[in-house]
């Protein structure tokens, strides 16, 4: 649970980073069009993330029934937080 939490928190910073890095739409056709494909090949990555992230989710609240006191609200904080982060 902990590396696959991790590589994805990984890949959220690196589609943070890509996000703030992006350009404003240009006026320019070849430069939209480029854009929209570079949007478009972002978008089929975070549905593939979407999976991971769904995933992590069921795997946690499985964590949580069996765990202690504690590790429970360990846990619930990460994906509390990856949770926020994702939307």
């Known amino acids: ?4 939490l991790q590589e994805f928190v990984d890949w959220l ?3 943070e980073k ?6 404003p739409v240009s006026r320019v ?3 939209v069009l480029k854009q929209i494909e570079e949007h478009k090949q972002f978008q089929k990555d975070i549905g593939i993330h979407r999976e991971t ?7 946690g609240t499985h964590l ?12 619930k904080n990460l994906l ?3 949770q926020l982060r994702w939307e």
């Open 1 to 4: 649970f902990h590396e696959a």
């Open 13 to 15: 910073t690196s589609a």
């Open 18 to 23: 890509y996000l703030a890095s992006l350009q």
């Open 29 to 31: 056709l070849e430069h």
């Open 53 to 59: 992230m769904l995933n992590l989710d069921k795997k």
């Open 64 to 75: 949580k029934y069996f765990s202690q006191k504690q590790d429970v609200i360990l846990i």
């Open 80 to 82: 509390s937080s990856v």
